[in-house]
Nanobody
Framework: QVQLVESGGGLVQAGGSLRLSCAAS??????????MGWFRQAPGKEREFVAA????????IVADSVKGRFTISRDNAKNTVTLQMNSLKPEDTAVYYC??????????????????WGQGTQVTVSS
């Protein structure tokens, strides 16, 4: 079982930046086989894809809505995944979830590609 714990959420003004981190652990966890992703869910909306990175960090994909503003990265030695969010907008307000799975990054991965999820961290962007 893989445990994922997000941190770094908070309240920020529009145009500001936040850096989310996801720490992965678990007896069977091996960073080197998992694709890691970030999703978000705003009140009254479905959970949506934000970004994903393959096991080596050599391939990433981000949603069109955050392209050029958000960057995903990973440190396999530390079992962490980071989402750097710049130029934040009020519409980025949501609970952000870290996820681990076995899908690819050549296309936008569906939620079903991910088998483990964190509890989420709130990001609020004020106008």
């Amino acid at each position: 079982q893989v445990q994922l714990v997000e941190s770094g959420g908070g309240l920020v003004q529009a145009g500001g930046s936040l850096r989310l981190s996801c720490a992965a652990s678990g007896r069977s966890f091996s960073t080197y086989v998992y694709t890691m992703g970030w999703f978000r869910q705003a009140p009254g909306k479905e959970r949506e894809f934000v970004a994903a990175i393959n096991w080596s960090g050599g391939s990433t994909i981000v949603a069109d809505s955050v392209k050029g503003r958000f960057t995903i990265s990973r440190d396999n030695a530390k079992n962490t995944v980071t989402l750097q969010m710049n130029s934040l907008k009020p519409e980025d307000t949501a609970v952000y979830y870290c996820a681990a799975g076995f899908g690819g990054t050549k296309y936008v991965p569906p939620l079903t590609d991910f088998t483990s999820w964190g509890q989420g961290t709130q990001v609020t962007v004020s106008s």
